[in-house]
Each structure stands twice: as C-alpha cells, then as structure tokens.
C-alpha cells in the first residue's frame, strides 16, 4: 500500500460488533474476564486498549515498522527509550536539539548515570572520533529547531552499525510522510506526535517505532511498567489527524515553498532558513533523504535589532505568536526569547541563533492571504 491508503486504512478494521467504520473510543480502565485469566486479549487500559492499538498499527505503518508504541507526549516517549539503558552507558546526541530532549537528557536523565555527549552532527564523518566502548545510542534530530539544519540519517547509520550503537531520529521535523529513517538504516523513530501526526494542535501525544523485536518487547514492556500512556480519546484524535496527513503535508511544503521564496527577496530579510532552498548548506542532504521539504521556515530580519523582531511578530494578523508546529494553522514563534531563552546569548549566537530570527510553522491556509500578512508586518 502507498502512504495515502496507509495513512487512512491502516491498522482501522470495522469494529466486529456494530460495523461501526470509524475506530471506537473504547473509554474503559478494564475488561470483563470470561474466567480468571480468560479474556479476549484486554484486561487493562494501561497495558492495552483497542484504540490505542488501532493507532499504533497505523503508525508502525506509516513508519515501514514493525512495532509502534504511544505515549502521553513526545518527551514520554523518549523517556521510555532512555529506560531500556544502564548508568555508564553512553549517548552521543547532536548539539542542534529540541529544548525539552535537552532538559530531560541533562536534568533528569544523566542523575541515573547515564552520560551524555553532545556534538555537531551534520559532518557526518566527524561523529566517529567521539564513540567509545560506552556508546551505546546515538540520538539524532533531523531538521532541526530552529536552524534546519540536516544530518545525513543513513551515513549515520552505517557508523552506528560498524559500532554495534542503537540510532534513534526523531522525526518530528519532517513526519513520515516527508522522510522514514527505518528505511535509511535507524533503529528507532521518535515523533511528537503533537505536531505534524495530528496535525490540528488538540493532543500531546509522543511515538516509537521499530523493527527489532527484542527492542519492541522491551518498549513494550516499559509502556506498561513505567506507564506513560495514551488516553483512548487522544488516541482517537491522533487517528482521526493522520486520515488527512498526506494531504495536509503537501500543502505545508507547497505553502513553505512560496513563503521561503517570498522572504528570500524581500529587502528587510537577512537570511532565510528552509531546507528546499538549493543555497541552504544541507541542501543535497535533504534532497537525499526527504521527499519534499517542509513547512517550517526561519528568518533573520536585516539590522541585528531585538526591538523591531518584536515589533514585526506583534504585528501578525494570520500568524499566531505560539509555542509549537505543525497544526493546520500558521504559528510563529520568537526563539530568543521564547523556546531558547534559558540558552546564553553568546552560545545562541554561536549556533547562528540571532535576535532577529523568526520561525514560522507555515499551515495550510491560503499562502496569498499568509503573504499578505508577512507583507503588512515586516513592512
Ligand atoms: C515538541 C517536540 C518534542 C517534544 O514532544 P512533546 O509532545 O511536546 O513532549 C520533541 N522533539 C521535537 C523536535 C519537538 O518539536
């Protein structure tokens, strides 16, 4: 099946008793036992339950994988992973990260003993001098936020496969239907689901997907145990979202192409930050590994100053100054002083993270009406 039939069909049967076609929230803790340990495959909702089965059939497709576990946010999830390792173990995780994978792995994480390692990614060839017999994962980001940057899932994979190391994407950025890291070697895809897998902004939900059965009953095991889980209804939410990914998706990318080339000319931009221009530095990367390029755009307004990129987002009409992406609407958000403000300036500046940088999530509206509104703020 191809991804649209997926996205809609897969792991959704009608529901045996009614013919219901569209996936049942079953709103229940527990399940009624014919006899002690005689069941139908329910006994409890933290262990199973019939739509968040459904949904993660689904999303083990959309995945190409085998396995699919979900969670109750994108930072349960990876938490969940972390658990499969031991103190000592060590992680090799790209210094271009989501601000909340960097506070679990830092602040939460690393006082269990396990240690972290945070080094530039997209030269691939330069990941190798830092494994040692400890490593054992390497965590990847691909976009990145807010600088796009791209690393070279499958170049990573082949160094993690000589080491014997775990590689885990998260996919966020891109979702399954711009890019598979399974199928370019990675053992694990995280999403946060929140953003692009549902798609209208209502669930926090976060996923895992793999092919190892060892790593899946593992996952499984702590899903469980640990707890972290979905409730029936977002799961149905998140069902319902993907039905529409891969339309959604296409006009993200159509929308984002027309917006990274609006700004591109536009004499108050400095620079613009979107992985399907030919001149960004990962261009050929991401040509290689993604299907198209994306909705999310960043941009740095001329003249280094904090006042008038402050102006500018305050002046949006269509765009929502928020938090967050990947919802059907278009939302911007201030970096510096929003999602990286516990980050020193100097250390932002470093990494290109200007003042005046502005990211926008470019939704699915019309992109006349959401040029016309870049139009009127930027001025
Ligand atoms: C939002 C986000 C997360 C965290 O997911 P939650 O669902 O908010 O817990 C992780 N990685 C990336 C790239 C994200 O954008």
Same mark, same amino acid.
């Given at each position: 099946?191809?991804?649209?039939?997926?996205?809609?069909?897969?792991?959704?049967?009608?529901?045996?008793?009614?013919?219901?076609?569209?996936?049942?929230?079953?709103?229940?803790?527990?399940?009624?036992?014919?006899?002690?340990?005689?069941?139908?495959?329910?006994?409890?909702?933290?262990?199973?339950?019939?739509?968040?089965?459904?949904?993660?059939?689904?999303?083990?497709?959309?995945?190409?994988?085998?396995?699919?576990?979900?969670?109750?946010?994108?930072?349960?999830?990876?938490?969940?992973?972390?658990?499969?390792?031991?103190?000592?173990?060590?992680?090799?995780?790209?210094?271009?990260?989501?601000?909340?994978?960097?506070?679990?792995?830092?602040?939460?994480?690393?006082?269990?003993?396990?240690?972290?390692?945070?080094?530039? !990614?997209? =030269? @691939?060839?330069?990941? $190798? *001098?830092?494994?040692?017999? #400890?490593?054992?994962?390497?965590?990847?980001?691909? %976009?990145?936020?807010?600088?796009?940057?791209?690393?070279?899932?499958?170049?990573?994979?082949?160094?993690?496969?000589?080491?014997?190391?775990?590689?885990?994407?998260?996919?966020?950025?891109?979702?399954?239907?711009?890019?598979?890291?399974?199928?370019?070697?990675?053992?694990?895809?995280?999403?946060?689901?929140?953003?692009?897998?549902?798609?209208?902004?209502?669930?926090?939900?976060?996923?895992?997907? !793999?092919? =190892? @059965?060892?790593?899946? $009953? *593992?996952?499984?095991?702590? #899903?469980?145990?640990?707890?972290?889980?979905?409730? %029936?209804?977002?799961?149905?939410?998140?069902?319902?979202?993907?039905?529409?990914?891969?339309?959604?998706?296409?006009?993200?990318?159509?929308?984002?192409?027309?917006?990274?080339?609006?700004?591109?000319?536009?004499?108050?931009?400095?620079?613009?930050?979107?992985?399907?221009?030919?001149?960004?530095?990962?261009?050929?990367?991401?040509?290689?590994?993604?299907?198209?390029?994306?909705?999310?755009?960043?941009?740095?307004?001329?003249?280094?100053?904090?006042?008038?990129?402050?102006?500018?987002?305050?002046?949006?009409?269509?765009?929502?100054?928020?938090?967050?992406?990947?919802?059907?609407?278009?939302?911007?958000?201030?970096?510096?002083?929003?999602?990286?403000?516990?980050?020193?300036?100097?250390?932002?500046?470093?990494?290109?993270?200007?003042?005046?940088?502005?990211?926008?999530?470019?939704?699915?509206?019309?992109?006349?009406?959401?040029?016309?509104?870049?139009?009127?703020?930027?001025?």
């Amino acid at each position: 099946m191809k991804f649209a039939t997926k996205a809609i069909h897969a792991g959704v049967e009608p529901e045996p008793h009614t013919g219901a076609v569209m996936t049942p929230i079953f709103q229940t803790s527990t399940y009624a036992q014919e006899a002690p340990g005689v069941h139908k495959g329910y006994e409890y909702s933290r262990t199973h339950n019939p739509t968040r089965t459904a949904l993660q059939k689904n999303l083990a497709a959309l995945e190409n994988a085998q396995f699919a576990y979900v969670f109750s946010s994108g930072l349960a999830a990876t938490d969940t992973l972390l658990r499969t390792f031991q103190p000592n173990d060590e992680i090799l995780v790209t210094d271009d990260l989501y601000g909340g994978t960097y506070r679990l792995f830092v602040r939460v994480i690393q006082n269990f003993g396990l240690k972290f390692n945070f080094v530039p !990614m997209t =030269d @691939a060839n330069g990941i $190798e *001098k830092h494994i040692t017999p #400890q490593t054992k994962l390497i965590w990847i980001e691909t %976009p990145t936020n807010p600088m796009m940057s791209v690393i070279d899932i499958e170049a990573v994979a082949k160094i993690a496969k000589k080491h014997k190391i775990m590689l885990a994407v998260d996919n966020t950025f891109a979702s399954p239907y711009l890019q598979n890291p399974l199928d370019l070697g990675a053992d694990v895809v995280m999403h946060s689901a929140t953003k692009y897998l549902g798609g209208h902004s209502d669930v926090v939900m976060g996923v895992l997907a !793999m092919n =190892d @059965a060892s790593l899946a $009953e *593992k996952i499984a095991f702590l #899903q469980n145990a640990v707890g972290a889980v979905s409730a %029936p209804m977002d799961c149905f939410l998140m069902l319902r979202g993907i039905k529409t990914l891969h339309v959604r998706m296409q006009r993200h990318c159509e929308n984002g192409r027309k917006i990274a080339h609006f700004l591109r000319n536009h004499p108050k931009v400095e620079k613009v930050f979107w992985v399907g221009l030919e001149d960004h530095p990962n261009h050929e990367i991401a040509k290689k590994q993604m299907r198209d390029f994306g909705g999310m755009v960043s941009f740095i307004l001329k003249g280094d100053d904090l006042e008038e990129a402050k102006r500018v987002m305050s002046s949006f009409k269509i765009f929502t100054l928020a938090e967050s992406l990947g919802g059907v609407e278009s939302l911007c958000t201030h970096p510096a002083t929003m999602t990286h403000a516990s980050i020193p300036k100097e250390q932002r500046e470093k990494a290109g993270l200007k003042d005046t940088l502005i990211r926008l999530s470019v939704g699915i509206e019309d992109a006349d009406d959401l040029i016309g509104d870049l139009k009127q703020a930027i001025g």
